[in-house]
């Protein structure tokens, strides 16, 4: 997900952006990235989505594993209401369960439930169905439930009935546990599982979703989309969208050249020229983290992009991404939030998550991604530009454990940040290796932080504990004191200095220094120095005469520094 720059977003942004002017900018894309971030910080405060981590999911759901879900929507816009059914295929992990329980919001109207093709008794009671398990059934179950009503909205919205320009647009928006606001199902991360899914509207709407179109239906002015997925999806990746759109579509060729793939763009007729123009860049963009990371992982699928009406950012659907309408200009205005959707679906769709607590894999490697494109568009100095943008705001709390609170600016820039230092400390050689060995083995599955550290120790053969320890489960960065003199001897220079690492909450950081020596009107020299105690005395020789050190000077670490 991306909210308007990482704050989790603000009702105020919809006043922003209808605001002519602001499209008006015409400056590059990382001085466009800086404004934003200074015009936001100023403007938003923290809106959070509260989490609740515990009450949501009962231990019967972690004994299941959902293999399909096969669901059927019948709009009707006009009422705000469904009628749907759900035909789910699992397996029971654990024999003698008394229940199978999913979650869904208690306000449908529920027509039938069936378990293995007969009617059974359940409970259904705020979040969750319980369907009783009163007769011995196989490992593998068959549950169908035909339900009927108005979704109710929670969370990020949820499932909603809208309208734009007196036209109606239906939309979804279920991360991380609003799934079950539309429809019942397992909803863990990391319970993946196959999907067909079946939305019905008037003729005149064209309906998309995940995966491929398997046919289009027509029924008496109805018409039926169905589309199919072949590679697994979490739940809360799951999308739906039915409105009136225009569609177009570009091709992208996969990078050993054998496979072509449609990148698909489902926009309203007003914002059609618009979004030709803006839209453009994802097949550069799909093919610059294919080259970096490995192949698109839903190549047999497609890539896609659909407006809908969360003005607050973006989500990232599984190869649907949903981008709010207020973000289609037509000046190239969100190419960062173009870039993070599509490095989504690396990371956090393709690479799921074990857990949510573990959401800067999603975040920290798609924000990250972001920092990559513009290098590779700009070079070095707007890596450096776009991960300065990424640290206005000081980070508060850890990335271990984000609380009840998931998309926070830590959650997104300091896990950035995180991958940036790994990156300075290991080298790009090993850091890249890394990250493709990463999602190479986790593609389609799910991993946790500590599936990702053992990843870059094996890669790199280096003991990583001090590193995720300080930065993973630590809540500060470092601040240096230092003190300096150079001494001539003979003909050369001894350049003493003390480090004393003085910040409050983390003792000891360990970590590769960059420090540079300036000389009188004769440029500078680089000097890596790994720190491993609170305080150290350096002595760096040359054959010139310092006039300066800088400490950190290509801003490579979460890192500040005082003069004593
Ligand atoms: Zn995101």
Same mark, same amino acid.
């Given at each position: 997900m991306w909210k308007i720059k990482s704050f989790a977003a603000c009702f105020i942004i919809l006043l922003l952006f209808t605001g002519g002017s602001w499209l008006e900018y015409k400056q590059s894309g990382i001085e466009l990235e800086k404004m934003k971030t200074d015009f936001f910080s100023q403007h @938003?405060?923290?809106?959070k989505l509260r989490f609740d981590h515990d009450k949501y999911i009962t231990d019967n759901q972690r004994q299941v594993d959902i293999l399909h879900y096969d669901l059927f929507f019948d709009l009707f816009p006009e009422k705000k209401k469904f009628v749907a059914s759900a035909i789910i295929k699992g397996v029971l992990?654990?024999?003698? @369960?008394?229940s199978l329980d999913l979650n869904f919001y208690d306000n449908f109207e529920i027509n039938l439930v069936e378990l293995n093709g007969k009617k059974t008794d359940y409970t259904y009671e705020e979040k969750l169905i319980s369907i009783v398990i009163d007769h011995s059934i196989p490992d593998t179950f068959k549950v169908k439930i035909e339900y009927s009503g108005t979704p109710k909205s929670a969370g990020f919205g949820g499932f909603s009935f809208a309208r734009i320009n007196g036209k109606p647009l239906v939309y979804s928006i279920s991360?991380?546990?609003?799934a079950s606001t539309w429809f019942p199902c397992n909803d863990l991360p990391n319970d993946k599982a196959l999907l067909d899914i079946r939305i019905k509207n008037d003729s005149s709407q064209v309906s998309v979703s995940n995966g491929v179109l398997v046919d289009v239906v027509n029924d008496n002015f109805r018409k039926t989309y169905h589309w199919k997925t072949i590679y697994p999806i979490s739940t809360y990746l799951i999308a739906l969208y039915s409105s009136g759109y225009k569609h177009f579509s570009d091709s992208y060729i996969s990078i050993d050249g054998k496979d072509t793939m449609d990148i698909d763009y489902y926009v309203l007729p007003n914002d059609y020229k618009n979004a030709q123009i803006d839209f453009a860049e994802h097949v550069e963009i799909l093919g610059f983290l294919a080259e970096t990371f490995g192949e698109y992982p839903f190549i047999g699928e497609k890539y896609g992009v659909a407006e809908f009406l969360w003005q607050r950012g973006a989500m990232e659907h599984q190869t649907i991404t949903g981008v709010g309408?207020?973000?289609?200009?037509?000046?190239?205005?969100?190419l960062d939030i173009y870039i993070h959707e599509a490095a989504h679906q690396w990371w956090g769709n393709a690479v799921g998550l074990k857990s949510w607590k573990d959401i800067w894999l999603n975040e920290g490697f798609s924000s990250y991604c972001e920092a990559l494109y513009f290098e590779y568009k700009s070079g070095s100095s707007a890596l450096q530009t776009t991960m300065q943008s990424k640290r206005q705001r000081k980070f508060i709390g850890s990335l271990d454990e984000p609380g009840e609170f998931l998309f926070t600016n830590t959650v997104y820039n300091k896990g950035a940040w995180v991958l940036h230092m790994l990156r300075w400390e290991l080298g790009d050689k090993i850091f890249f290796k890394i990250l493709r060995e990463y999602y190479r083995k986790y593609k389609y599955s799910n991993a946790s932080t500590g599936d990702f550290k053992n990843v870059c120790e094996s890669i790199s053969g280096k003991d990583l504990d001090k590193f995720f320890d300080q930065w993973i489960r630590g809540v500060s960065e470092i601040e240096l004191s230092y003190d300096w003199e150079t001494k001539q001897i003979g003909d050369n220079y001894n350049t003493l200095i003390d480090l004393e690492q003085v910040q409050e909450n983390y003792e000891e950081f360990h970590f590769l220094l960059e420090i540079g020596i300036q000389y009188d009107g004769d440029g500078i020299d680089y000097h890596k120095i790994y720190i491993n105690a609170p305080s150290i005395r350096l002595t760096i020789n040359s054959s010139k005469k310092p006039e300066s050190i800088l400490i950190d000077p290509n801003q490579r670490i979460l890192l500040s520094a005082k003069s004593k």
């Open positions: @938003l405060k923290n809106f992990k654990t024999k003698g @369960l008394n991360e991380p546990t609003y309408s207020n973000l289609v200009g037509g000046k190239n205005f969100f």
